[in-house]
């Protein structure tokens, strides 16, 4: 049974906007990072934001600053990635992550931080 569960993406014009959601069943769903990372065909997976499930600090990665959003609902346990003017440069495929992590210890961006994983959902920018 998946864990985490993205959705959302799909194909947009230069300049439109997606809005990705991860749900997660993880027990506990609180006391985590949350992140969001992407890879495109050939490259490096990249971590765009991150999120702690219970504190907040909400933080994007300085590529996607100003564009991109993490923010969540918990009452649906839902982490969610508001992508706006989104360009060629965006697409790829992006997952949702978690890990368990101390209170008030920063989020990690490093991937290999991460040991829980949604299935990926693709997000394709063309005109």
């Known amino acids: 049974q998946a864990q985490l569960v993205e959705s959302g993406g799909g194909s947009v014009q230069p300049g439109g906007s997606l809005r990705l959601s991860c749900a997660s069943s993880?027990?506990?769903?609180?006391?985590?990072?949350m992140g969001w990372f992407r890879q495109a065909p050939g490259k490096e997976r990249e971590a765009v934001a991150r999120?702690?499930?219970?504190?907040?600090?909400?933080v994007s990665a300085d590529s996607v600053q100003g564009r991109f959003t993490i923010s969540q609902d918990d009452a649906k346990r839902t982490v969610y990635l508001q992508m706006d003017s989104l360009g060629p440069e965006d697409t790829g495929m992006y997952y949702c992550?978690?890990?368990?992590?101390?209170?008030?210890?920063?989020?990690?961006?490093?991937?290999?931080?991460?040991?829980?994983w949604g299935q990926g959902t693709q997000v394709t920018v063309s005109s």
């Open positions: 992550a978690a890990t368990q992590w101390p209170i008030r210890s920063t989020c990690p961006w490093e991937s290999h931080a991460y040991n829980f």
């Open positions: 993880l027990n506990p769903y609180g006391g985590r990072c």
């Open positions: 999120s702690y499930i219970g504190d907040g600090g909400a």
